[in-house]
């Protein structure tokens, strides 16, 4: 069966602000319409599955200098443990989330500020930025951009503790403009760095994980960044990145690829999207144009691991047990796109890199290990000719393509090889 344009529209918005999506879903947005959809999809309200996960709360693992060495041993795997309850805490509810946009946003945010738990070591810091990534991602950019400048992981991962008076360190001045505010050699200089390191010197977390500034460890001299001259430090160094004019076509542009397509927008879809955007800087408005702009079919994008993870267990597991949590986990490691533990302050690859011949074997296991588990599905439940329709209906894909199909027609007789083979499929692997 040949889905209707809108419904094919409909599947594109609610698949890439969810993890995959379901026929039900795609029926249930093209039914309200897609404005509609967009707006319930952005907009306030308590979702029941994420009030059934609150995040954990985890005690200090200290350490101190006299340490044994079985103490150490078990302040290690103490760390560990925590770091896994975070990790499967955050996959339990994106899978729950019956408004899954709101985590599939803090999600591309986290890529967006990447820190990594494999050198911050505190779950609880994590966790707490997730918090700040969640609640503020929709608001406006300037209050997040400062929140996460002085988070606690981020300064951590970014080493802001040993940035001081008289020992500048440039990691979070340059990182701050090349990859969250303004972009690589747009339009700033290695001066602009070298004084931004400046403003930001004094932060330091302490013992119970609260940023705050040491003012004997601040520079309090004059300094000049983007053009912008006093005793800057954190705020007034935020403002004048963001008060640069290429910082609001880079931070549309960056969440163009990331919603819309690999290729970065046209200039008159650039210009809709920053008009959008506005001097407020406001988020949810740059969303929201993102995913009703003309042009937002005209690309494709792969599934990252997460998301064709996440997006699998929400069509056929969606209550996972510990096991399916700590499977999923060991999953997303070995594809290598484990949450709290990107690569670098960069994020994760994108693209066909997550469709390596490396990851094939991975996404084949899963996906028949999901489709044999118990379930009751429109594809187990359809007749054999009717599997494929039920199939690519069940999946958010609406239909394969006749070569697709002709691999899927092999195994008509057997639901679950049909069933991994549609998760494993391009159209289910691009949206």
Known sequence: MIP???????????????????GAEVDAAVARGITAHVTDALGPGIDPGVAATPPPTFARVPATAD?????????????????????????????LAQRPAGEKLTFLWHNHFSTSNDKVHDAAAMVAQNEKLRSMGLGTFRPLA?????????????????????????????????LFALGHGNGYTETDVREGARALTGWRVTADRTPQVIRRRHDAGSKTVLGVTGDLDASSFCDAVLDHPGSSGYVATRWWQQLASAAAPSSATLNRLTDAYGSRRDLRALITAIVTDPEFGRGSIVNSPVEWVVGA?????????????TTMSTTLKNLGQLPFHPPSVGGWPAGRAWLSTAGTETRWTTAMRLAAKPQVTTIHDASPADRIDAAAHLLGVGQFSDRTARVLS??????????????????????
């Open 313 to 325: 267990h929400r069509a056929l597991a969606p209550d996972p047990s510990a096991a399916d949590l």
């Open 67 to 95: 340490m044994t060495t079985a103490q150490k041993k078990a302040r290690n795997a103490e760390i560990r443990a925590q770091d896994q309850a975070a990790t499967t805490w955050w996959l339990k509810r994106m899978v």
């Open 4 to 22: 209707s344009s809108d419904w094919t529209a409909a599947a594109r918005v609610v698949r890439r602000l969810g993890f995959g999506a379901t």
């Open 146 to 178: 400062y929140a996460m400048l002085t988070d606690a992981a981020m300064l951590r991962w970014l080493d802001g503790g040993q940035n001081v008076a008289g020992s500048p360190n440039e990691n979070l001045a340059r990182e701050f403009m090349e």
């Open 410 to 431: 092999q195994h008509r007789d057997d639901p679950v090889t049909l069933t991994a083979a549609a998760l494993n499929s391009p159209e289910y692997l691009t949206v």
